[in-house]
């Protein structure tokens, strides 16, 4: 797959950035994030030592997930990148994932400094190439 991703940017924006949660959908659609530690090498998202038996479930099921870092101060950006999984051959809890983006952004509550046109209504920047 082809990603339009600026990973200079986005390898740039994840600085200070600890943690972040996966989130998978389950059979019902509902979504399921749990905690995670991931790095960004080159052009994919690793995550260690996956565990959780529903996320491995729902990864069995589709391969599409999102990665949201939380902002590491208030007022901050969130950091969300979209994109496909791959479960390593592993098993149980040492199973570890490669996510190639396919997509990602950074999004905050609007504020009066935000800049004034954005592709949505919060304050977003698209970490694409141009």
Not at 66 to 73: F, K, N, R, S, Y
Not at 83 to 103: C, K, N
Request: net charge negative; proline share 9%; glycine share 8%.
């Amino acid at each position: 797959m082809t990603s339009n991703v600026d990973f200079a940017q986005l390898a740039e924006r994840l600085v200070g950035h600890d943690y972040a949660y996966l989130i998978t959908v389950d059979a019902e659609n509902r979504p399921h994030p749990v905690p995670v530690m991931p790095t960004l090498q080159g052009d994919t998202v690793h995550i260690g030592a996956l565990g959780g038996r529903r996320s491995r479930n729902n990864l069995a099921r589709s391969s599409e997930v999102t990665v949201m870092w939380p902002p590491p101060v208030p007022g901050g950006y969130t950091v969300i990148v979209d994109g496909t999984a791959e479960v390593s051959d592993a098993g149980g809890d040492l199973a570890s994932l490669a996510i190639a983006p396919s997509r990602a952004v950074l999004i905050r509550v609007a504020t009066p400094a935000s800049p004034g046109e954005t592709p949505c209504y919060s304050d977003c920047v698209d970490l694409k190439l141009t």
